[in-house]
């Protein structure tokens, strides 16, 4: 009929009813599961130079700085890589391995013998990992536009409270099993978020 408006294609499945809201709401989780597992770590980095056998406060204090930063220097040179990855791959596959790289570097963190185990392994998290990049890339997939801003705001106040409830626990853990365990329990809990990426979002491939 003249005139008549153009049919509105069918959404992808994925977009339809509450199906966003439930990816955005799982990854949040995992979000909020991982950077709680993170700051099991970061924030005892100095302390764990001092327990293997820096002792100087000027080296503790420069090493510190380094194991901080040296995992998002590398990120921001390797993540274009992960993004072009990503589109072949899918962006839930690079989240799913960026959780692997930090559960192995965190089990290895905790039995390292030497300092430069750990500046190491926090590089390798840099050159491997990309975790919050990829969670972005991801939810900005599977989210209708028009629900971009509140499914982004959604993770990232879930990376705030991680962040928020890590280093308490952490300390917590360190004061009264060791140091040690903290970084055994940050790899236990960013493990936990891993196995429930698997069940709490749907594979973004799906979406042409």
Do not use: E
Not at 51 to 68: E, I, N, S
Not at 158 to 173: E, H, M, N, R, Y
């Amino acid at each position: 009929m003249q005139g008549a408006s153009p049919p509105v294609p069918d959404p992808h499945p994925v977009y339809r009813g509450r199906a966003w809201w439930r990816n955005a709401g799982g990854m949040a989780t995992v979000v909020f599961i991982a950077f709680f597992g993170f700051n099991f770590v970061i924030p005892l980095l100095p302390l764990y130079a001092q327990l293997l056998g820096v002792t100087d406060v000027g080296q503790t204090a420069l090493l510190g700085g380094v194991l901080f930063a040296i995992a998002p220097l590398l990120s921001a040179f390797s993540s274009p890589l992960w993004g072009i990855i990503a589109d072949r791959y899918g962006r839930k596959r690079m989240v799913q391995r960026a959780l692997a790289v930090s559960v192995v570097a965190y089990t290895l963190m905790a039995m390292a013998t030497s300092i430069w185990h750990v500046v190491i392994l926090r590089a390798a998290i840099g050159i491997f990992g990309g975790f919050y990049s990829m969670t972005l890339a991801y939810l900005v997939t599977v989210t209708p536009p028009a629900r971009a801003s509140i499914a982004i705001a959604l993770l990232q106040g879930a990376q705030l409270l991680g962040t928020i409830a890590g280093p308490v626990s952490a300390g917590f853990i360190a004061d009264h099993y060791g140091l040690r365990a903290s970084f055994f329990t940050g790899a236990a809990v960013v493990a936990v978020g891993f196995v429930l990426l698997l069940v709490l979002a749907d594979d973004d491939r799906a979406i042409g």
